[in-house]
């Protein structure tokens, strides 16, 4: 027998959980199927555990620190099966409680996949079902480079259930999985390499911030290889060989290729309901999220816009509201504020000075901690502040030290209101903090098109 909804979304992870959750209390009849893990990649092997991996390498480097502030002990080894073991545990909770906050909604629940019959059709498991309008948030998935070896590396997935802390570990890529992982290793004791095709890691964010964070990974005893080009994997029993393009070897018990992910489309039968995609495999949207077929929607990583949790968990908001609340609203990418949990952290806003315009104001500083003045560890804190000439108005907030993402999330409702950098300086600070700094930058230090220099 057929089911019939309203509302049918694909996939529970941030976008479809939302999406469902806030349809439902709107009234409307909703469906939704996922097949692997309720919560999706932020829950279950993405943001949440990986955070706490680097908060698990982060009291590795605090025990090494405390000596400088009268502790006696100093740092011993770390139980990679009791943390790992504590992980799973608290994944397991969050994973029940986006579970039941779907039951709590009303919303009907199938744990298992589901692929277009037709447009208006699916079949989720055994069940045979239609739907008015149907939600696309099935997530991306990790990817490999296309070299010889590929087979012998593991991807992001892979790290959250290894038996065991490998002891040499070698990453591939520079962008926010590859940084990540490298400080966490780093911290937990593992040697690491970072191998990179870009002269700098985190291509695309602001110069400042890219130097300031190969600074920093050098500093936690990481061995960076930049402009390198892999050329293939070799195993070595239970070992691995990176050899790069320039003949140079790397031995390791692991690689991760942390490369880049792509959007998760296999299966879904995308052809059968005429739905659109990129070469990329990219579901193509309007402003609406309206795929090629008006009623199918996609939304979240899926469409490979912006992949971030918290922009897939408001544009899921944002649809229940435009189909079933009565209030059509849309989600802005401007100035979405975002953190990549490197060692230090980084925390970014609004444009870089690559992207500013002509005669825009560049503010900046590095100093180090009030922390580290004691415990002799050599990190770095950078702020940066890009105000636009005509106007005062801050445009661009940067930041890579202790608690940036904190700071930087307060900076995003400035920046959202309007404010300018008049604004943050008739601000009293809260002293002595690190965030006091960006309300007491008062010397310009550059213009953009003036001698600023930035990173390729």
Not at 11 to 40: K, N, P, T, Y
Not at 356 to 362: D, E, F, L, Y
Not at 368 to 378: C, E, V
Not at 403 to 422: C, H, N, R, S
Request: charged share 20%; glycine share 12%.
């Amino acid at each position: 027998m057929e089911q019939e909804f309203d509302l049918f979304v694909i996939g529970g992870g941030s976008a479809g959980v939302r999406l469902a959750r806030i349809a439902a209390g709107h009234g409307a009849r909703v469906g939704v199927a996922e097949g692997r893990f309720w919560g999706g990649t932020c829950v279950n092997v993405g943001c949440v555990p990986k955070k706490l991996m680097v908060m698990a390498a982060e009291y590795g480097f605090a025990a090494e620190d405390a000596s400088g502030f009268g502790w006696d002990g100093g740092k011993g080894g770390h139980d990679w099966a009791r943390f790992i073991g504590a992980k799973n545990r608290e994944i397991g909770r969050l994973n029940e409680i986006y579970r039941h906050l779907l039951d709590r909604a009303g919303a009907a629940v199938f744990e298992d996949y589901a692929r277009f019959l037709d447009p208006h059709t699916l079949i989720v498991g055994n069940k045979r079902i239609s739907a008015e309008r149907i939600a696309i948030a099935t997530g991306g998935l990790p990817t490999r480079l296309d070299v010889p070896g590929a087979e012998q590396t593991i991807v992001s997935d892979d790290v959250f259930h290894l038996p065991e802390r490998p002891a040499n570990v070698v990453i591939l890529g520079s962008g926010y999985i590859a940084v990540e992982f490298a400080g966490v290793f780093a911290g937990l004791g593992s040697h690491v390499d970072l191998v990179y095709r870009q002269p700098l890691p985190l291509r695309g964010f602001d110069p400042d911030l890219r130097t300031a964070l190969a600074e920093a990974m050098e500093a936690n005893r990481i061995v960076l290889h930049p402009s390198a080009k892999l050329a293939r994997v070799e195993a070595l029993g239970d070992r691995r060989a990176l050899v790069l393009a320039d003949g140079t070897r790397i031995e390791a018990d692991c690689v991760l290729m942390a490369t880049g992910r792509a959007p998760n489309i296999a299966g879904l039968g995308l052809e059968r309901a005429g739905v659109m995609v990129a070469a990329s495999g990219a579901i193509l949207i309007d402003e609406h999220y309206r795929t090629s077929v008006p009623h199918i929607f996609a939304l979240g990583d899926v469409t490979d816009r912006l992949n971030l949790t918290p922009v897939a968990t408001a544009e899921g908001h944002a649809l229940a509201d435009t189909l079933f609340g009565g209030k059509a609203r849309h989600v802005s990418l401007a100035n979405v504020p975002t953190a990549v949990f490197s060692i230090p952290p980084i925390a970014t806003v609004g444009v870089s000075e690559d992207a500013a315009p002509a005669g825009a104001k560049i503010f900046a500083t590095h100093f180090t901690p009030m922390r580290h003045s004691l415990s002799g560890r050599k990190r770095r804190t950078m702020m940066k502040l890009v105000v636009d000439g005509a106007s005062d108005r801050v445009i661009g907030a940067h930041m890579l030290g202790e608690d940036a993402p904190e700071i930087v999330q307060g900076l995003a409702v400035a920046m959202t209101a309007g404010a300018t950098k008049t604004d943050y300086d008739r601000t009293i600070g809260i002293h002595p903090t690190a965030a006091e700094e960006f309300v007491t930058l008062r010397t310009e230090t550059r213009r953009v098109g003036e001698g600023a220099k930035a990173a390729e």
